[in-house]
């Protein structure tokens, strides 16, 4: 599903499209997801986009105005826990380097990432 050319025309994205919507008017979103995890492609729907509206913000805009709200919060939900799995991992080896960092630099760290992947600071300073 991923031919160069037929994601860079739109054509996978419109066939995913699609197939979102004829199996959500169906199905739950919790099967969907399901499906697409066990066809571990769920980490990678940002491919399917066309390489000039490859971005999240494309993403959502795309799939919101398909009647695709559900997919769109799902995905953001996973994109957020993605970013906050990867802060945590840099503090854990920040801390546990053979020369940890100072208070200061992990804090630093951590308000940089807050801003840079723009988290909810209750889901930062939670985790």
């Not at 492609?41 to 066309?50: H, I, W």
């Not at 854990?92 to 208070?103: D, G, L, V």
């Not at 723009?118 to 930062?124: A, I």
Request: hydrophobic share 40%.
């Amino acid at each position: 599903m991923l031919n160069d050319r037929l994601v860079a025309k739109g054509t996978v994205q419109e066939v995913f499209t699609i197939f979102c919507q004829t199996f959500l008017a169906k199905d739950s979103m919790d099967d969907l997801v399901s499906i697409l995890t066990k066809a571990k492609v769920a980490n990678q729907l940002l491919d399917y986009m066309p390489p000039q509206k490859r971005s999240l913000q494309d993403f959502n805009e795309h799939f919101k105005s398909a009647g695709l709200e559900a997919l769109v919060e799902w995905n953001m939900k996973r994109d957020q826990e993605i970013k906050i799995s990867e802060l945590q991992e840099a503090l854990s080896n920040m801390i546990t380097a053979e020369e940890p960092a100072s208070p200061a630099e992990v804090l630093s760290m951590v308000k940089s990432k807050k801003t840079e992947n723009n988290l909810p600071e209750r889901q930062v300073v939670a985790s």
